[in-house]
């Protein structure tokens, strides 16, 4: 994938930063991506991602699988009766929100974004799904960040769940 760039110290000093504008401005390689991820698995009734880079990927696999999209948002975004959850990032501290309404039990939940660090915007999304009562089905990240290892936090909080990660950076 030599369509992501890398940014040293952004967007604070000792963050190298993975931009992936030269890959959404290329067509092709974009197609091929959402691809991939929307056939990595058949499972899911929804598609949700998280505010913004996560929009961008779970919007166009929903679109591709003809599914719904949930966005999951910064917190006072959505204009309906929302669940919330605060998390740890990389470089700070965040809070998520759904729609309490999104979706439902039985519904199965692919969530997907851009990256996967730490792993709390992840294990946050996760919960809130959980909130609605469906299920999270899988998470798809285009890139993984090892050396944070976001996945084996994700997996000590939820020990089954199904993690798939197009390009894995050490």
Known sequence: MGLIREIPDFPKNGILFQDITPLLSNAQAFNVVISHMANS??????????EARGF???ASIANQSNRGFIPIRKS?????ETHSETYNLEYGAD????HKDACAAPSQVLIVDDVLATGGTACAAIRLIEKTGATVQKLVFLL?????????????QFPHM?????KKIQ
Do not use: C, H, N
Request: charged share 30%; glycine share 10%.
């Open 56 to 58: 961008i990927f779970a």
């Open 95 to 98: 809070t998520l929100e759904i």
């Open 162 to 166: 199904d993690i798939e990660s197009l």
């Open 76 to 80: 006072g975004k959505l204009p309906a």
């Open 144 to 156: 993984e960040l090892e050396e944070l290892k976001g996945r084996g936090k994700i997996l000590q």
């Open 41 to 50: 698995s058949s499972e899911f009734d929804y598609v949700a991602g998280m």
